[in-house]
């Protein structure tokens, strides 16, 4: 009879030993049976310190720089878990994406990223352990705006200003203008030089036409004439506009004598009664005796009905030659002049200043008293107002348009000021006044007889009359702002709430059109979260009754108690502490302004404070610490505004989510208690409630076939797929009962059998809906048998099992409930070698997909790992089946219950193997062993016949190599002869 172990495979622990298929054994361990042959795995190698202490460590991850080919080993220790049994890392869904982006859950503070440079840079160490990677993670995804932005926008626009101006003595009405580079069409050009005098402006140009390939100006128009008491060059260089080198020649000045439009008429009857008007020295003069009021007066129309804003603005002195000194009269919106003895309006509004009573004064219907004050309806009034004979006063009468009473007419304000400090008002009157006419008039009213001694005097320049027109708008829009979070990763938070709703214009007057300008005040960002800019969005009208956000503009984000002063070299990303304890992150340092801004602040940084940063970084002292809003303008056309808001729906994920996973189309999935969570495609920041979905029970783990998503669940699993994560189809009803998961970290994903996980009946296996069993094996009778029997699975304690898939084989390993830890790698192919056992057992494990390495963190070995059995928690990764080590994994395989259909004694055993070094071999029956030793040599050698064993019917074949040999057969017999 002739027994032995030809083309040996592995175990399957729910067939009894006795009726083992030919081939299998009862305990193979570390064997790689692969060839059909005994050989071992190559020995662990490769072996890295992880730099966090102390172990057991969770998880580890590999990152890879894909520019170097350098690896970093990220790490997580046991007491960094906060949510599920593990840490989950996914590489993220994002498009072009070079920084080797990842997301991570089961960490404290809820879901995390990180990339290559945050995670391994050495400026991004702060208080980590050297090596210690991650360095830095940030929360994935920005909460969004808890707070609405204020906004505000003026009234509606006005139109066009037209300008008529009236001084001495020089008038500048027309000019050639050409040349440059570089300038734009409606550009306006100024004429520098010359004496203008004050409060007036001096001539301009508008650009109608350039040379398009260099912008030199081929044609232009006189915008404004200028008016000067010197005249400038007669040619020379235009200032202004977009470009430069234009210049003007033919410069026309033409000396004003008289007040053109404006009109005065002279009177003397011969006996003292007069009114004389007069120009020199550089104004126009009045003098008046023995009458009312005399004025010059404007023939023009200046459609003050119509104007939404007219302006008058003239300079003017009241003299004293020892009499009482005259009133100083502006007058607007007349209709009637009167005749000799003077000139002047009749009942019109006005205002007047008075030194005789220290007065100014508006009037809605003035007139004069011949000798005494001014009569007529006072609307307001100042008193002593210390006005002074003899000093240059400017006076500014601004009429805006009222027309929603019953009468039309003007809300006037009108001021007083000297013409040497026009901007430095004395005194305002203001109040409404009836339209009454087109003309406008300056002039005096009279105080006293003009006899010596007594003065009625008065002169005048500068007049301006600024006349803006109605405004010409597009329809009136009501618009409103939404502002939307950005992180350091320039992902964006879903909007807050809109800000309050205003209406804006649109001026189509201006050329080009002008936009508001609306004022955005934004509340500083909440302290500690992850905010770099503020992007805000304006609602814009899409055609018809579509509206739509668009983007406007980013500002950067300001945290409270986040900026400070002081100079240095802050990196993105630092950690700084406060002499109060505060602790922030820097995200910006500008060192032209010397600011520093910094998020994660939770509390106000006290001025004053001292701010400490890594070596080298130096210390600064906190200012202006009390900000509280930040506020920009946006006069952006509609036309101007590009990106419309991506979603009014986006939030980041759910704080507890777990098992973060990357699927079809972009989407990222996870999930908390019973509910699976999907993102945006392509945006794993965002994942709105709507891509929420409820399954019937507990989740466990996810993972991804195909385009599926595997939801493991504790009871029945289920599926989950789509094109639009807003509609996915997801079914956890049709599968079979029994198949709950037990433990999340026994799911990894087989190319051919879909997700392998541990259930409470053995190792299953879903491809997707309806699609799964029970792993299993066939055994001697031909019949598919799970690989484990109920009892031997209960054994193991299967809600301690850790799994993975290498080279398409699934690793697992158990922790019995008495302590005991074990694993199996199981070949799944019909031919393969099915379920073996491995000597060791790790706290955490990583399969490199990129060259397909196992990684284990041990912590537990039978035999030594890196020169040494590992009894407790380790803290080096090595490499299992590491291709460059010398030597292989100790292997054994043993075959209990030999069942012979009689009584035998074998004699004589060969063992064939490629070497003999540490080959030891055990042959035994019920009675006794027959064999235990080394194997010397391929020769047959003899068992131990005169030791008195008895012959047997249960016989059991052990071989153990802890060299790096490979056995081919071994056979045992009861003759040499038998051996052929």
Not at 194 to 216: F, K, M, N
Request: with cysteine; glycine share 12%; net charge negative.
């Amino acid at each position: 009879m002739k027994v032995g172990m030809i083309k040996p495979r592995g175990e399957l622990p729910s067939c009894a030993p006795e009726h083992l298929p030919v081939g299998f054994g009862t305990t193979v361990i570390n064997a790689k049976l692969t060839s059909s042959n005994l050989e071992g795995f190559f020995d662990f190698g490769n072996p890295y310190t992880l730099a966090k202490t102390p172990a057991p460590f969770n998880t580890i991850w590999l990152m890879r720089d894909p520019n170097t080919g350098n690896t970093f080993w990220l790490q997580w220790k046991q007491t960094e878990v906060s949510y599920g049994p593990n840490i989950d890392v996914s590489l993220g869904t994002i498009p072009g994406d070079t920084t080797v982006r990842i997301m991570i859950t089961g960490l404290a503070g809820g879901p995390q990223q990180t990339n290559l440079f945050y995670a391994t840079d050495p400026s991004q160490q702060g208080s980590n352990p050297l090596h210690g990677y991650p360095y830095k993670t940030f929360p994935l995804g920005v909460n969004n705006p808890t707070t609405a932005p204020t906004v505000s926008a003026p009234s509606a626009p006005p139109g066009p200003t037209t300008n008529f101006e009236y001084a001495q003595p020089i008038y500048v009405n027309s000019l050639t203008v050409s040349g440059g580079t570089n300038y734009k069409q409606f550009d306006i050009l100024n004429v520098p030089g010359g004496t203008i005098p004050t409060g007036l402006t001096g001539a301009r140009v508008q650009v109608t036409d350039i040379d398009p390939s260099t912008g030199a100006v081929t044609g232009s128009a006189l915008l404004e004439p200028g008016f000067y008491t010197v005249a400038p060059s007669a040619s020379g260089s235009m200032t202004g506009g977009s470009g430069s080198g234009a210049s003007y020649t033919s410069l026309l000045t033409v000396p004003l004598t008289t007040f053109q439009t404006w009109q005065t008429t002279q009177y003397d009857n011969g006996a003292g009664s007069h009114g004389w008007f007069s120009v020199g020295s550089g104004h126009w003069h009045i003098d008046s005796a023995q009458g009312d009021t005399y004025v010059f007066y404007s023939t023009d129309s200046y459609n003050l009905k119509t104007n939404a804003i007219t302006v008058y603005q003239i300079d003017m002195v009241c003299f004293n030659e020892g009499g009482n000194i005259c009133d100083g009269l502006v007058q607007f919106s007349g209709s009637t002049v009167q005749g000799p003895p003077f000139a002047r309006l009749h009942k019109t509004p006005g205002v007047a200043y008075s030194v005789t009573d220290q007065t100014f004064t508006l009037y809605s219907d003035l007139e004069g008293s011949n000798g005494g004050a001014l009569a007529g309806t006072v609307v307001n009034s100042t008193s002593t107002v210390g006005l002074a004979a003899g000093t240059w006063y400017r006076i500014a009468v601004t009429l805006n348009a009222n027309t929603t009473g019953t009468t039309p007419g003007f809300d006037v304000i009108a001021t007083i000021a000297t013409q040497a400090a026009p901007m430095s008002i004395l005194y305002t009157v203001k109040g409404f006044v009836p339209y009454g006419g087109e003309v406008l008039a300056a002039g005096l009213n009279h105080r006293g007889d003009h006899s010596p001694g007594s003065g009625n005097n008065a002169s005048f320049n500068n007049i301006l009359v600024a006349c803006t027109a109605t405004a010409q708008t597009v329809a009136s829009e009501a618009t409103n702002y939404v502002q939307v979070y950005r992180n350091l990763f320039s992902q964006e938070s879903g909007p807050g709430t809109p800000s309050n709703t205003i209406t804006v214009y649109l001026n189509t007057a201006t050329v080009p059109n002008t936009f508001g300008p609306v004022t955005v005040v934004s509340p500083v960002t909440p302290g500690g979260q992850d905010v770099d800019l503020i992007d805000n969005y304006r609602l814009v009208n899409a055609g018809g009754a579509s509206e739509v956000y668009e983007f406007v503009t980013s500002i950067t984000a300001v945290t409270l108690g986040s900026v400070v002063g002081g100079a240095g070299a802050f990196v993105a990303g630092q950690d700084v502490t406060t002499t109060s304890g505060i602790t922030a992150v820097v995200i910006a340092w500008d060192s032209g302004s010397g600011v520093l801004q910094l998020r994660d602040v939770s509390a106000v940084i006290p001025v004053g404070d001292v701010i400490t940063g890594p070596t080298g970084h130096g210390t600064y002292t906190a200012s202006a610490n009390s900000t509280t809003s930040i506020t920009f303008t946006d006069s952006a056309l509609d036309s101007d505004l590009s990106g419309e808001l991506e979603s009014t729906i986006w939030i980041p994920p759910p704080s507890n989510l777990q098992n973060i996973v990357s699927t079809a189309n972009g989407v990222m999935a996870g999930f908390f208690a019973n509910t699976l969570c999907l993102s945006v495609p392509y945006e794993p920041q965002a994942w709105p409630t709507a891509y929420q979905y409820t399954v019937s029970n507990q989740i466990v783990a996810l993972q991804t076939f195909g385009n599926q998503v595997i939801i493991l669940t504790q009871g029945k699993p289920g599926v989950a797929y789509g094109n639009d994560p807003s509609n996915y189809y997801v079914n956890d009803q049709k599968s079979p009962q029994g198949f709950g998961c037990v433990s999340k970290l026994s799911a990894a994903t087989h190319s051919t059998f879909g997700t392998i996980y541990a259930t409470g009946t053995g190792l299953a296996c879903i491809r997707g809906e309806g699609d799964m069993d029970l792993l299993r094996r066939e055994n001697a009778t031909g019949e598919m048998v799970p690989l484990f029997s109920f009892e031997a699975w209960q054994l193991l304690n299967p809600s301690s099992i850790i799994g993975c898939v290498h080279q398409n084989w699934y690793f697992f390993w158990y922790t019995t409930l008495a302590g005991v830890k074990g694993g199996y790698a199981l070949d799944l192919r019909p031919d393969g070698f099915g379920l073996i056992e491995l000597d060791f057992h790790p706290s955490c494990v990583y399969n490199d997909p990129l060259p397909d390495y196992l990684y284990v963190v041990p912590d537990k070995s039978v035999y030594p790992i890196n020169g040494s059995v590992i009894s407790t928690a380790s803290n080096v990764v090595s490499q299992w089946d590491y291709t460059g080590s010398s030597s292989q994994r100790p292997k054994s395989w043993k075959r209990d219950f030999f069942l012979g259909p009689y009584q035998w004694y074998p004699t004589c055993i060969r063992v064939r193997a490629s070497g003999y070094t540490g080959l030891t071999l055990t042959l035994s029956n019920e009675n006794g062993t027959l064999f235990n030793g080394a194997v010397a040599d391929a020769n047959s050698f003899n068992t131990d016949g005169t030791s008195g064993i008895e012959p047997g019917q249960k016989y059991a074949l052990t071989i153990v190599d802890t060299g790096s040999n490979t056995v081919y057969d071994i056979v045992a017999t009861d003759e040499v002869l038998e051996m052929s």
